[in-house]
């Protein structure tokens, strides 16, 4: 079964937690010093939220599956479309390696298909592909610099 998945960036850890552990009626699942995840059931949610010096709000959406071959599937299945995906093997972020498939929608939104192998004791610095001019927005990420879901 497929998961969506928000995350967002925020100015503060410590409260963000307060805040979403109250709306959600749960502690997260994961957390670290700059970092925090939770994985709903109802809904179906992986939400994470990050304070990495981005601007605060939406960063990214996105599509957790559960095998390399559902990645593989909606992949194929953009690029039957027309649509382009930016596709990462073994990328390393948010204390997890996982394979991905970037793409954005018609307004600019960056959305990440991905199936995750495992947890890793570090954060990561997975490159986070360039995305087109025409399609940028306040999600996008920083020419030159290196982004992370």
């Not at 994470?48 to 194929?76: F, M, P, T």
């Not at 990462?88 to 199936?115: H, I, M, V």
Request: charged content about 25%.
């Amino acid at each position: 079964m497929k998961r969506l998945h928000l995350h967002i960036s925020v100015d503060n850890l410590d409260r963000s937690i307060a805040f979403y552990s109250t709306l959600l009626g749960s502690r997260p699942s994961v957390v670290k010093p700059d970092y925090a995840k939770w994985m709903m059931e109802d809904p179906k949610v992986n939400l994470a939220i990050s304070a990495r010096g981005a601007q605060s709000g939406l960063d990214h959406v996105g599509i957790q599956v559960e095998s390399d071959a559902e990645l593989r599937e909606i992949a194929e299945r953009l690029k039957a479309a027309g649509e382009t995906t930016q596709d990462q093997e073994r990328a390393t972020c948010c204390y997890s390696e996982s394979n991905k498939a970037w793409t954005t929608d018609p307004s600019g939104l960056r959305w990440e298909t991905f199936f995750t192998m495992g947890a890793v004791s570090y954060y990561g610095q997975d490159d986070v592909p360039a995305i087109e001019a025409s399609k940028a927005s306040c999600c996008s990420p920083v020419p030159g610099k290196k982004a992370c879901c």
